[in-house]
């Protein structure tokens, strides 16, 4: 083991802030419970510090999606980022959909639940999170980008087709809006 | 994943300061997407005690061009910033498809192009996970004893070139920059050194030291009318790692083929230039019977091992695909 | 044929569909209790040893360590019928074996204790294939399974189990058959890649104490009465509370949850606090339930019109290390072979194989898949020579009204009510399979380096009505009904279209229909959702309760209208007289404030109903590459009537997941037979469909008003996967113009036979 060398201190995170859902959390780093260690992935953070349970660890080594949430407006798997370097960062998760104050749902949501667009419902936050950061990124959005945009995540009970329909509803949707406008 | 200490540098210097202290038992995190997986899958004997994030270091993740006919990314580069950069697209855009073969878009967010190429190699004997009975030992991992694959099962493993080690790179960029006359530029303690792609990567790992940092990535430019392709054949679409990929840059002068440059993935430790099919191809019409001449040179020297002859057929297949007029 | 409902065969959300999309629904790993501990296991790495020596001081000794176990030290519980599973054993049988066990304070800790243990091993000779491991020289794994088959499993004697379950087939004279017969052809084929079922929620136990005799077990499962009924007996019957969480994908595997049970019951017993085992995902691809391997030598006689005359074989179900219910899967596939096959003469023998790799269990299919997989191939040969279109095949042989099977209880049933031919008719016509069947082994369409092929296959179980199921319904003051039956969430909908069975029976709105949660404590017996019954069984069971509900509310509704039963009705939560609508009276007024109505409802094992399933398909292959792909998929079936067409359709594509359709060209469970080792262990190395790449999927379902309940439905989803690799090995087949006999097709297999590979591929 070797001796810090002298970088070290000013080096090291001490505190992070992330903002998640709209709230922001301080988070020290160190060994207790509420706090969290260099090691620690933004994953682990958001569901066992933060208690946010909605987004799921499937594989926890970036290959299924569940655990996708959006980041500074990009779909990214919060198991493979470490919340150590996540500061400043702000973090959507499935949580943070729904409307706070009155309660309802995201247009896509809506549209998951009208096109019965899940089974077992694990891997739907993950695949909800990476529509929603494709429909806010992208306009004119074909089949094939929805597929594209969804081809690391793991559906086992295979909702893939109603997923696929339940999003170009939104786009749809979203296209008529801006039509409209 | 097991504990380790975590620095955050602002500058090449910082961070190869920190990585000599550390005398090999640090790791650079940049994307992470192939560090977390190795560290969490407790693959090395030798678990990091740091790692040292350079994310915060301005200035690697750029992409420009200058009028020495050169493109220059820097290391932090996003796949995603590859794939959407109007001058790739424009100039270079082999490379936008290979970036966009890689993984899936998730992973493309926040993997950068050094990361990409200096990833860990895919072997399944390497990434066996310690928690399942333990790691497996290899020439890679500093131990003695004969490649498991050799007499296991190699279906992805290499076809040619392998010494000791027969793995394959796992870099989809890497193979685009070989016919890029790709150069990386490292940084250490002893000063700055450039290296050809193709000579990154030895059977046994990259020629990186622990204590180097990729401070920026170079290739040519092409001229207007190169022909620029980039196949990669995998089980499914994208995801996966390639089972052989080939990359091409080709210029015409009419009907015929003036130059050819044509890089081979998924089939050794290294991208491979197929050389003797860039002589076959300069000077002749790229007609079928021409490239499949080509597509055999290429492979002419493949030594596959008991499970992955198969790949021979589907790297002559992509490179009469990429030939093909 | 329409009938006017309500809910059943409507369109309506499923009523826990806000919680899903939400991230409200808790999953296993969602819960949290204080003062938990985690559980890990030290793993074997090697396929077969005995322990010689451990020394497990250090980890006990590590900071935040509560228990360590051994098989020196865990308490006498095994699992297995016959046993032959303890907690641990001193003998390891498969890399990921279980050694020790550990409960620390968090998952670090425990994970570096694991690191801690000392073992030496005496390695021991390993055997990996099924046809080596029944020889009398092949290493032996167990005492109680001489040449590594497990022996038959005895009659139970209890009620549902009285007769040994069905192994062998033997009706008729399979000699006279094969005299009769104008064919004959023999064949093996292997359908033994062993691919991973893969849920995307891994599988996990939280067992707590309660008392030295009495537990209770969380677990995510799709039934969650084989803990309290199953584990419980493997426990010592122990009485067990058993909760199941919502589960993220089962597909059968996570019934199997009594090793992983076993070993955080004995992890909490040792720690006096709750302990919960929860697998990564390199455990889940590595050391927890696989499909069963397959291989049939069989021979078929068959006259020229395709009637089948004599059936003989030797069909081999390999469970890996161990097989705690693998007789009940060779027991349903013997009898689903009757059931697609109707013949004269058997002689079809099954063998529950043991071999030193990670254990196989029930999944999705239930040896039906494996059966199918492996004995169509070889029924292709005969089928080729007699030059019969399998369509028409299928269309003569599969079961009707009238055709009488062993079932799995070794009794003989009679199928009744069930016609699948107009189902086969109306697949094939939307299919387009009269102008895509170009003969056998013939390519459907030819370009370039592109050839295009069609293969079909079936499955059907008749397992539908498998087992019990009770339920209670009771109608509340508040005009609500509660569900009271122990049924869970695993992706199926069961517990939405069974509220919708009974909102359908009381005509109230779905809102007002409650289910009891999934525990054990607070709901009466159940089976489980398996091999398709809960439409059927549980549907049976909460329909009959609702009825005796409402019968009640209207006799005593009856009297206060001073009428008599039969002119009352009820709608909305009101009663009132058939004849006077407008004169209605709110449930409240008949019940009173602290009075409920509580129905019963039961259902009994009926096996005379099986369901149906058939597979087209039009797969590519690309002849310079071997790359394959699959094109479309039409699923034809019937459904009696339809319940919840969003479910349905959602279990139909199920056939595309869970090891289903792409086992016939890309999933298997990649072993190195040098050391044992499963190489597939992450989720990139083991292959998966990616939403990329979506066949073309139709289905046509049919919904002919079947003899089972009040809905004349049947339930579908088990049996989608089981004929899609047999399907698309037929295509594959027919493109290339060479009949294989094994899977998956991956592109070496598909070189090699045509010819573009040299050489013999070396072991």
């Known amino acids: ?156 009970c295979i909702t893939h087709y109603q997923v696929v329909d339940a999003v170009v509803d939104v786009t749809k949707k979203v296209m008529r809006v801006s039509d409209d406008k | 994943m097991k504990p380790f200490k975590h620095f955050t540098v602002n500058s090449v210097d910082e961070a190869v300061l920190l990585l000599k202290t550390y005398e090999g038992r640090s790791k650079i995190i940049a994307g992470g997407t192939d560090l977390l997986g190795v560290l969490k899958s407790n693959i090395l004997p030798d678990y990091p005690e740091a790692v040292v994030n350079i994310k915060n270091i301005k200035g690697l993740d750029k992409i420009e061009s200058g009028t020495d006919g050169f493109l220059r990314i820097g290391p932090l580069v996003r796949l995603k910033d590859i794939i959407c950069s109007p001058l790739i697209k424009e100039k270079c855009p082999l490379l936008a498809t290979a970036a966009e073969t890689v993984a899936t878009n998730e992973i493309r967010n ?208 992509l490179i009469k695909k990429s030939l093909l007029l | 044929m329409t009938n006017n409902y309500r809910y059943i065969g409507k369109k309506i959300p499923r009523k826990d569909a806000k919680e899903i999309v939400t991230g409200k629904a808790a999953f296993f790993d969602d819960i949290k209790m204080p003062d938990m501990l985690i559980g890990k296991t030290l793993r074997s ?29 865990i308490p006498p519980w095994t699992v297995g019928i016959p046993p032959h599973i303890p907690v641990l054993d001193r003998r390891l ?97 292997s359908y033994d890649g062993i691919p991973n079922p893969l849920p995307p929620e891994p599988p996990g136990i939280i067992v707590k104490w309660e008392g030295p005799e009495e537990a209770i077990v969380w677990s995510a499962t799709q039934s969650p009465s084989w803990a309290n009924i199953l584990t419980s007996m493997f426990l010592n019957f122990t009485e067990i ?61 068959m006259k020229k019109d395709g009637t089948l005359t004599a059936i003989q074989g030797d069909w081999l179900m390999g469970y890996g290390a161990n097989a ?36 196989s269990g029930i999944v999705r299919g239930f040896g039906g898949q494996e059966l199918k997989s492996s004995l169509m191939p070889i029924l292709s040969i005969a089928m080729r020579e007699a030059d019969i279109d399998p369509l028409e095949f299928f269309k003569k042989n599969y079961v009707k ?143 009959a309760a609702a009825q005796d509900a409402r019968k009640q509310l209207l006799e005593k509704a009856a009297e206060k209208f001073n009428t008599a039963a039969e002119n009352m009705d009820t709608a909305d939560g009101m009663v009132f007289q058939k004849d006077k609508p407008e004169q209605a009276m709110p449930w409240f007024f008949i019940t009173g404030p602290f009075q409920s109505f509580t129905g019963f409802g039961r259902f009994n094992t009926d096996f005379t109903k099986p369901n149906f399933m058939m597979i087209f398909t039009e797969v590519e292959v690309d002849v310079e590459t071997g790359k394959i792909e699959i094109l479309k998929v039409l699923a034809a079936t019937d459904a009696g009537q339809i319940i919840n067409p969003l479910a349905l359709k959602g279990q139909i594509r199920g056939s595309l997941g869970s090891a289903g359709i792409d086992t016939a060209i890309m999933e298997e469970s990649v072993i190195d037979p040098q050391n044992g080792h499963i190489m597939t262990s992450n989720m990139i190395d083991y292959k998966w469909r990616t939403f990329a790449e979506l066949p073309e999927f139709d289905d046509v379902i049919l919904e002919s008003q079947f003899p089972t309940h009040q809905f004349k439905a049947i339930g579908l989803g088990e049996i989608s996967t089981a004929p899609t690799p047999a399907a698309v090995l037929m ?20 070189l090699r036979a045509l010819g573009k590979i040299q050489g013999a591929e070396s072991k």
């Open chain 3, 93 to 189: 049988r498969y890399v990921g074996d279980a050694v020790a066990l550990v409960a620390a304070e968090t998952r670090e800790i425990a994970e570096a204790a694991i690191e801690l243990i000392e073992v030496e091993y005496e390695p021991l000779e390993a055997v990996y294939d099924l046809d080596e491991a029944i020889k009398p020289e092949a290493p032996q794994l167990y005492d109680f399974a001489p040449q590594n088959m497990v022996p038959d499993a005895l009659p139970l004697g209890v009620e549902g189990f009285e007769d040994a379950p069905l192994h062998h087939i033997k009706i008729g004279n399979v000699e006279k058959g094969f005299q009769e017969a104008d064919i004959i052809c023999q064949g093996t084929c």
């Open chain 3, 401 to 543: 009204d009238g055709d009488g099977y062993y079932w799995r209880d070794s009794k003989w049933h009679v199928c009744e009510g069930m016609d699948y031919r107009k189902a086969m008719e109306k697949g094939g016509e939307a299919f387009g399979w009269k102008e895509k069947w170009k003969g056998w082994l013939k390519p459907t369409t030819e370009k370039g380096t592109k050839k295009t092929g069609v293969g079909v296959s079936l499955h059907g179980n008749a397992d539908v009505g498998e087992d019990r199921s009770e339920a209670y319904v009771r109608l509340m003051p508040s005009g609500e009904a509660v569900v009271q039956i122990l049924v869970a969430e695993a992706g199926m909908g069961q517990r939405d279209s069974l509220c919708k069975m009974v909102a359908e029976v009381l005509q109230i709105p779905l809102e007002k229909v409650k289910m009891t949660p999934p525990d054990s404590l607070v709901n009466p017996v159940e089976s489980g959702l398996v091999g398709s019954r809960g439409t059927y069984a549980c549907g049976t069971a909460v329909i």
């Open chain 3, 45 to 73: 790495p090697y396929p077969h040893a005995n322990i010689q020596s451990i020394d497990t001081r250090n980890a006990e000794n590590l900071p935040g360590v509560k228990a360590v176990l051994t098989y020196k030290n």
């Open chain 2, 110 to 317: 926040v993997a950068t192009i050094g990361g990409n190429i200096c990833q860990d190699i895919r072997c399944w004997y390497y990434r066996y996970p310690h928690a399942i009975g333990g790691r497996f030992d290899c020439l890679r991992k500093e131990k003695k004893g004969p490649c498991p694959a050799v007499k296991g099962d190699n279906r992805y493993n290499a076809i040619m070139g392998g010494k000791g080690c027969f793995a394959v790179c796992p870099s989809d960029i890497a193979v685009a920059l070989s016919v890029l006359d790709g150069i990386i530029t490292l940084r250490g303690p002893e000063g700055e050194r450039e290296i050809g792609i193709r000579d990154f990567y030895t059977p046994l790992g990259t020629v990186m030291k622990s204590d180097e940092i990729v401070t920026e990535i170079r290739s040519l430019l092409p001229s207007q009318g190169a022909r620029q392709s980039f196949h990669k054949f995998t089980l499914r679409k994208p995801i996966d790692f390639a089972v052989v990929s080939v990359a091409s840059l080709v210029s015409m002068e009419g009907s015929m083929c003036q130059d050819a440059k044509i890089a081979l993935g998924g089939v050794s430790h290294k991208p491979v230039r197929a050389q003797e099919a860039e002589q076959t191809m300069r000077g002749n019409v790229p007609e079928e019977a021409l490239t499949a001449a080509a597509a055999e040179a290429a492979l002419k020297g493949a030594k596959p091992l008991s499970k992955n002859a198969y790949k021979i057929e589907i790297a002559k297949t």
């Open chain 3, 241 to 301: 509370r058993s909760i199941a969480t919502y589960c993220g994908g089962s597909y059968g595997s996570k019934n199997m949850l009594f090793n992983i049970s076993l070993h955080a019951a004995a992890l909490a017993k040792a720690t006096n606090r709750p302990v919960k085992i929860y697998y990564t995902k390199a455990e889940h691809l590595n050391a927890f339930v696989l499909r069963p391997a397959s291989r049939i030598h069989g021979k078929i006689g």
């Open chain 3, 731 to 750: 295509a594959v087949s027919n493109a290339v113009g060479k009949q294989f006999f094994d899977y998956p097709l991956t592109p070496d297999k598909i």
């Open chain 3, 324 to 359: 705690p219910m693998g007789f009940m899967q060779l027991a349903v596939g013997c009898g689903e072979a009757q059931l697609a096959l109707r013949c004269k003469n058997w002689d079809f023998k099954a063998k529950c194989v043991l071999t030193n790799r990670t254990p």
């Open chain 1, 1 to 156: 083991m070797t001796t810090s060398p002298l970088p070290d201190s000013q080096h090291q995170i001490r505190t992070i802030h992330l903002t998640v859902n709209g709230k922001n959390f301080p988070l020290e780093v160190g060994m207790a419970p509420h706090q969290i260690q260099p090691c620690h992935t933004l994953l682990q953070t958001i569901r066992e510090t933060l208690g946010f349970t909605g987004t799921k660890e499937g594989c926890d080594e970036g290959a299924c999606g569940a655990c996708t949430v959006i980041m500074d407006g990009e779909p990214i798997l919060s198991c493979m980022m470490l919340t150590i370097e996540c500061d400043g960062k702000s973090i959507t998760t499935i949580e943070g959909l729904q409307n706070p104050e009155t309660g309802h749902l995201d247009p896509l949501q809506q549209s998951f639940i009208d096109h019965g667009a899940f089974q077992c419902g694990f891997c739907t936050p993950g695949i909800i999170m990476a529509s929603k950061a494709l429909i806010a990124e992208k306009s004119d959005i074909e089949t094939k980008d929805i597929q594209e945009a969804l081809s690391g995540h793991y559906c086992r």
